[in-house]
């Protein structure tokens, strides 16, 4: 008698679109930190996924997909969203953020968690490299938090998860240094490493507007600059 047949599954990569990011899941579901900056209540949010799907319009337009997401038997997965420093306009509240606009810069990253095992948090962030470098990106950089960063919002990675997936200090800085990955090294990356990103990355908060907070720690950027 012939033994069980074992079930295989189908895994895609798919680039981000305007009509995917509702495809954007988990407990790293669509969040607009990034791509917005505080306006201290003088205007409402738009629907995060609405602002979303036109943040990756412009970047296609710009620069080209912001990203990929995977699906497994037409199911999301995880997704993996990079995009250049003049995208990304929350960068503008720390001070280490790069002064290039077209420094390309890591997002978010994100898996289901039954998902992981399968190393794809590893095959995400290839995917992104193999993007970045199409685009003559040599290298991808992050926003990290420091322990001194008390109560910093869930989308920015600890920069020693980051510092544990390959990454390497750009910028100092005691609560928000910059890190950067070189993008040769991410095509090699250990799946241990992927899944310490992974983790690190996906703690982002369900779909609501952004706090009114005037910086990630509570002070102006000038403030943080002069050490107050």
Not at 52 to 69: F, K
Request: charge should be positive; charged fraction near 25%; glycine fraction near 8%.
């Amino acid at each position: 008698m012939d033994g069980p047949v074992a079930r295989v599954t189908k895994r895609e990569v798919r680039v981000l679109t305007p009509d995917r990011v509702k495809d954007l899941l988990g407990t790293c579901a669509p969040c607009t930190y990034w791509q917005t900056v505080p306006h201290n209540g003088h205007r409402p949010d738009p629907d995060p996924l609405t602002l979303l799907a036109d943040w990756v319009r412009d970047v296609t337009d710009d620069w080209g997909p912001p990203g990929r997401i995977v699906y497994v038997e037409g199911a999301p997965v995880g997704h993996v969203i990079i995009a250049p420093a003049r995208h990304v306009p929350r960068l503008a509240a720390f001070a280490a953020g790069p002064s290039d606009p077209s420094t390309l810069m890591l997002v978010t990253a994100a898996a289901t968690s039954a998902s992981r095992g399968r190393g794809l948090p590893k095959a995400l962030l290839q995917a992104a490299a193999k993007d970045a470098l199409r685009h003559k990106s040599r290298s991808l950089d992050a926003i990290g938090a420091r322990p001194l960063a008390l109560g910093h919002h869930p989308c920015i990675p600890e920069a020693a998860a980051l510092e544990g997936a390959g990454f390497r200090i750009e910028r100092e800085h005691p609560t928000y240094p910059r890190l950067r990955l070189d993008l040769r090294n991410a095509l090699t990356l250990r799946d241990e490493a992927a899944e310490m990103l992974s983790r690190a990355l996906a703690r982002v908060p369900k779909v609501h507007p952004v706090p009114e907070t005037p910086h990630p720690d509570g002070a102006t950027r000038a403030r943080v600059r002069d050490g107050r």
